[in-house]
């Protein structure tokens, strides 16, 4: 661990399911951060940090977490609805800022973001598409670097939830954006990034509501599918479910003219097997942070290492010059802001029934 006046010194915003697990990484786990301050509206999210994390001065107002000169990075995990403009408000107070996915549910907001982030190219920006550093997912991205499967033109990829029946996915519902923006922006990523970021043409979407009737309000769907189509003939088929009876299975597939890479496929807990009256079978990962708890803590060291290293391997950075070497690790604000437009595209073919054109 480096000396505490070495470490980036962190605000994290927002405690609620996620929150937690990124504050306790920068607090234990991430070893040139400080966790210096937390903040949330909620009473028993700020218990929670007192105990659970090592004396972070402690804000219920996002505003006086901003204006603590002490704090050189605020790391957002709050509802998506708020995100861009958060994003604005810590570029403008002098931070780097590490926001969670989607950039913006609305692309002009993301055009506005960008915009305030090229006023300030000494800060830091990061959106948090973290299965770009899952282990398993960049060794694919190595492989089709290195050409193991040819030219790659089509991506097939799902993230599917384990249902949940306290209802916590119609909740989510008022601020999430819809299942396309808030699960498949993610093979949305993935796609782009294995797929050497083409750009969208088309794209077309369906959905069913299986089990949670109380997302019908929000005009979303527990289930829901979608292809998109990128120049140069290349393709991407997506599944999204809030209904999976089995865990959180999140897999890809990348099909190339030479091969193919599955990623993931079988969603396994771990390497036991279970030999019994039923056949062989093994435990799935229940929830997307067992599946992805290192890609979260690769991600946020990648961050604490581009903003003391500079635009350095690893790093994660917010302007295209110096994405060559960085794209390999972390989406730029360029590749959030094509991710939120194809899902805002996704929502709106599924409303009308009829393909968009991007
Ligand atoms: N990368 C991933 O796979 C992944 C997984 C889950 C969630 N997320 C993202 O993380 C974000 C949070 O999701 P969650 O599941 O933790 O939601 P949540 O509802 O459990 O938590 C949201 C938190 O934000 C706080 N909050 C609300 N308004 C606030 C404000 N004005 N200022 C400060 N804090 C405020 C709430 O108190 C709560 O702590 C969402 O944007 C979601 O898309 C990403």
């Not at 204006?67 to 995100?83: K, Y």
């Not at 990128?230 to 003219?257: C, P």
Request: net charge negative; with cysteine; charged share 25%.
């Amino acid at each position: 661990m480096k000396p505490a006046a070495q470490r980036l010194r962190f605000g994290v915003v927002g405690l609620g399911r996620l929150g937690k697990r990124h504050a306790e990484n920068l607090a234990y786990r991430v070893p040139g951060a400080l966790l210096a301050a937390a903040c949330s509206p909620l009473a028993d999210e700020l218990a929670w940090a007192r105990d659970a994390l090592p004396e972070p001065r402690l804000y219920d107002d996002y505003a006086d977490l901003l204006a603590d000169p002490h704090v050189d990075a605020v790391w957002l995990v709050t509802p998506s609805s708020l995100h861009a403009q958060q994003i604005v408000d810590a570029l403008r107070a002098g931070k780097h800022v590490f926001c969670e996915k989607p950039l913006s549910l609305d692309v002009a907001e993301c055009e506005r973001v960008l915009a305030e982030a090229a006023r300030y190219p000494h800060l830091r920006a990061m959106i948090g598409f973290m299965r770009r550093f899952d282990p398993s997912y960049k060794d694919a991205f190595d492989k089709i670097a290195a050409g193991r499967i040819g030219r790659p033109f089509l991506v097939r990829s799902q993230t599917t939830d384990q249902n949940d029946t306290d209802g916590f996915f119609v909740r989510f519902a008022a601020t999430s954006g819809g299942i396309f923006l808030d699960c498949t922006v993610h093979d949305i990523d993935v796609a782009r990034w294995l797929l050497g970021k083409p750009r969208a043409t088309r794209v077309f979407a369906a959905g069913a509501v299986a089990l949670h009737e109380g997302l019908r309000e929000f005009g979303d769907v527990d289930n829901g599918v979608a292809i998109c189509e990128f120049e140069g003939g290349k393709l991407a088929m997506f599944y999204a479910s809030r209904t999976q009876a089995h865990g959180n299975d999140t897999h890809s597939e990348v099909i190339g003219t030479a091969g193919a890479l599955a990623i993931g496929h079988n969603p396994r807990a771990n390497r036991v097997e279970i030999y019994d009256a039923t056949g062989i079978r093994n435990e799935c990962t229940p929830n997307f942070f067992d599946r992805f708890e290192d890609a979260f803590l690769h991600e946020a060291r990648a961050f604490v290492a581009a903003v003391q290293g500079g635009a350095v391997r690893g790093g994660v950075v917010q302007d295209e010059a110096v994405q060559g070497e960085a794209a390999q690790a972390g989406a730029t604000l360029a590749d959030a802001l094509e991710a939120t437009r194809i899902g805002v595209a996704l929502r709106e073919s599924l409303r009308s029934g009829q393909a968009v054109t991007l």
